[in-house]
C-alpha cells in the first residue's frame, strides 16, 4: 500500500529529527480512519515504536480529570460554583503571594473569593506551577514546601498569584479537582477513573499505575540539547507517593485516548457505552470563563517548555475541560473546537463542527519544541484533506 500523506509526515518528522518516534491517530463519526507509528522507542533504541506503546500524557490527563469532575456534577453530587472548601477544607487556607520582602520573606493576604470547582477546572483560581512560575518556587522553599512533581499533600499548599476568577493561569487547578473527585466519590482518583470512564470505554492500557506489559511499552522520556542532538532523560512521577496527579499523571496510549476523544466527538458515548450526558459534553465545550483570554504560554524553564501562543492573534478561551480557539484554523479545524495538549509534547482535538478529532504522541522535551510544533500542523491539515 502507498505511503499515505500523514505517513510521510511522521516519516519526515523522524527523519529530520524532530522526535525519536512519533504516533498519530485520527478518527470521525464512522471510526478511526488514519492510525500509525514511525521511529523508535528511544534514541538508542532498535525497538520500533507501535501503536500501542506506552506514553506518558502529562497534562492530557487534566481533560480526563476535568469529565470525572463534570459527571459529579451531571449526578448533582458537586456544584460546579459552589465553594469548595466545602469538600476540601485546605483550600479555605489558601494564600494570594504579593511579593516577597528585603529579607525575602513572602508577603501575603487572603483571598476575598471563595475557589469554585469552576476556578480549578478553567485555570482562573490563581494557582500556578512551581515547575513553570520561579515566585511560586520561591515561595514553596521558604515555606519548607515540595514539588507538585513530588505528588505529596503538602505540595498542593501553594499559593495564590491572584483573586479566584480574575484571569488565567497555568497551574495545578485540575490536581485539586482530582482530590475534590475523591472526596465526593469516596474513591481513589486511578479507582474512580477505571470504573466510571477507563473500564466502560475499554481503555485498558490507561492507568496513573505502571502495569509490567505497559512497562514493556514505554517509551523513554527524551530532550532535545542545545545543539539540536536528543538525549534520553530520566523524569517519572511517583506512583505511590500521597496522590496521583490530575493534572498530569497519567500513562496512556494512542488509541485508549483516541478512545475517550472519540466519546467526547460523540457527545458522551462510545460503542453503546455512556459516560457522561451529552448536555454535559456539550457544556464542557463552551466558553466557560467570560471575557477573560488565554494568554500567550510563559515558562520560566525552558529546559522544559518554551513560550508558546497558540494561534498568534485569536482570542482563546477555556471550556470546563480544554481550550477553544475563537476562530477556524486555515486549512484545518473549525472555531470553538476543544483541545490541550501535555509537556512530553503529546497533543490532541476535538472538532464538534467538522466532526473530527486526532491525537498526536512524542514523547520529548522541551514543550511546544518549534520543529514539533510545525509538525503538528503538517499534521492537522493532512487530517482535515484526507
Known sequence: MPASPIDRILEEAVASNVAPGVVALAADERGVFYQGARGRTAPDASAPLAIDSVFRIASMTKAITSAAAMKLVEEGKLGLDQPMAEIAPELGQAVILEGFDGNGKPRTRKPRRAITLRHLITHTSGFSYDLFNTDVARYMEHEGLPSIASCLNASLRAPLLFEPGERWEYGIGIDWAGKIVEAVSGRKLERYLQDEFFGPLGMRDTSFVLRDDMARRLVATTQRQPGGAIARIEMEFPQDADFHMGGGGLFST?????????????????????????????????????????????????????????????????????????????????????????????????????????VLLMQILPAMDPQVMATLEKFERAVYAS
Open 254 to 358: 494512542g488509541p485508549d485516548y483516541l478512545r475517550f476523544t472519540r466519546m467526547l466527538l460523540g457527545g458522551g458515548a462510545l460503542d453503546g457505552a455512556r459516560v457522561l450526558a451529552a448536555e454535559t459534553v456539550k457544556k464542557m465545550g463552551e466558553n466557560a470563563i467570560g471575557a477573560i483570554e488565554v494568554p500567550k504560554m510563559e515558562s520560566e524553564n525552558p529546559a522544559l517548555a518554551v513560550p508558546y501562543e497558540f494561534w498568534p492573534g485569536t482570542i482563546k478561551r477555556w471550556g470546563l475541560a480544554y481550550m477553544l480557539n475563537t476562530e477556524p484554523v486555515a486549512g484545518g479545524r473549525a472555531a470553538n473546537s476543544w483541545t490541550w495538549s501535555g509537556v512530553h509534547n503529546t497533543f490532541f482535538w476535538i472538532d464538534p463542527t467538522r466532526r473530527r478529532t486526532a
